[in-house]
């Protein structure tokens, strides 16, 4: 079974509170395009996050606003920062380093939720069962990009209904892998390494 390898660049994504206090009371996401992810969007809005005096500037936000609020960044981007961010699942935040996030009406610190997003397959439960797979499995997954075929070990699958069947992986994936910013092809193969 082939699916789209997409690549996701640094992204926020923030509670209702947040949104208010980094951009104004009762302040709501601005819709700028659909995500793969059925329900999923860019917003318009921008932030910086910082870490002391290390910055990056204009970082998206996706909507819709969630539970918790959180910064999925590459390794790269921590290496700049000057920050340590785990290898997590998005939402698996206990733990994980503190990040500074501002905007145009205020700014916030996250106690915790820096992390580098663990890749991963968005599947249904109709999908899955043709993959032969189950939620939470490891996998590895081929891409058959031009001079950089790659195997992508500890990749997580995940089902839910609510998904649309796509792998996210980071910049610095997509980098090493000569993976098209408009994303590839990819396949599980049987592998263990
Ligand atoms: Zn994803």
């Not at 935040?93 to 996030?101: F, K, V, W």
């Not at 189950?134 to 998904?163: H, L, N, P």
């Amino acid at each position: 079974m082939d699916f789209i390898v997409e690549v996701s660049a640094r992204h926020v994504h923030l509670t209702q509170e947040h949104v208010e206090a980094l951009f104004g009371e009762g302040h709501e996401l601005t819709f700028d395009r659909p995500l793969s992810q059925p329900g999923q969007f860019l917003s318009k809005e921008k932030v910086t996050i910082k870490n002391g005096e290390r910055k990056i500037e204009r970082v998206s936000i996706l909507g819709p606003v969630r539970k918790a609020s959180q910064v999925e960044i590459s390794k790269t981007d921590c290496v700049g920062l000057r920050a340590e961010a785990f290898i997590r699942e998005s939402g698996d935040l206990e733990g994980t380093a503190p990040i500074e996030i501002e905007g145009p009406e205020g700014s916030i610190t996250l106690p915790e939720g820096l992390i580098i997003a663990k890749r991963h397959i968005h599947m249904t439960p109709e999908t899955a069962a043709e993959a032969g797979v189950k939620d939470k499995d490891v996998v590895s997954v081929a891409v058959d990009t031009d001079g950089r075929k790659t195997i992508f070990g500890d990749v997580v699958v995940r089902v839910s209904e609510k998904f649309a069947l796509a792998m996210h992986i980071d910049t610095d994936e997509a980098n090493g892998a000569n993976v098209p910013r408009n994303g590839c092809q990819g396949r599980i193969i049987d592998i263990e390494f």
